[in-house]
Each structure stands twice: as C-alpha cells, then as structure tokens.
C-alpha cells in the first residue's frame, strides 16, 4: 500500500504563490507518472499537471503559471503555482502511479481570494 500526503494548501492572494508537496511514503522513483489534479466544489476532479520520465503535461488554464517536478530522492512530487486566480480554488490531490494502480493522496485545500 502506498501513502501520499499532500501539504502546501491555504488561503493566498490573487496574483500570489504557492507551493504544493506530495510525499509517498515508498520509493518514488517507482512511480512511472506522478501528478497534481483538482476538484472545485459542484466540478468534476481535472488534471493540472503531470510528469513522466521528466516529461510534463499541464492544462491549458494553468500552463505558463504552474511548474510541476519530482524529486525521487525525496519521494516527492512538487507544484508551484504563480499568479494565482480565484478560478485556481480547489482541493489538491497528488496522484502516482504504479502500473496499473493510482494512488491518490487525500488532497490539500488551495483557496485564492480575490
């Protein structure tokens, strides 16, 4: 079984930042992908950001304003995000997987004032 705690959440300013952690409680370097998704309240959950292989894959909303990467010899995957918006409010959840398993942590809350 495999653990994932995210932490970094909060209540931040438009236009400012945050940083998002995800710390697996195995050995990262096994997880092909590792990734960031997003559920806002009455919306389905979204991917925000994933990374494979050190190849990255964003969303269209947040592409040029949030950077994901990984640190296996951390076991940890990593999201800044910039120039935050109130759209950006959701619940964070980290997401690594294993084969054909996905692990899900059990998600931090971002919320942006406007």
């Known amino acids: 079984q495999v653990q994932l705690v995210e932490s970094g959440g909060g209540l931040v300013q438009a236009g400012g930042s945050a940083r998002l952690s995800c710390a697996a409680s195995r050995s990262s370097f096994f997880f092909r992908t590792m990734g960031w998704y997003r559920q806002a309240p009455g919306k389905q959950r979204e991917l925000v950001a994933s990374i494979t292989a050190g190849t990255t894959n964003y969303s269209d909303s947040v592409k040029g304003r949030f950077t994901i990467s990984r640190d296996d010899a951390k076991n940890s995957v990593y999201l800044q995000m910039n120039s935050l918006k109130p759209e950006d409010t959701a619940v964070y959840y980290c997401?690594?997987?294993?084969?054909?398993?996905?692990?899900w942590g059990q998600g931090t809350q971002v919320t942006v004032s406007s």
């Open positions: 997401l690594a997987n294993l084969g054909t398993l996905n692990y």
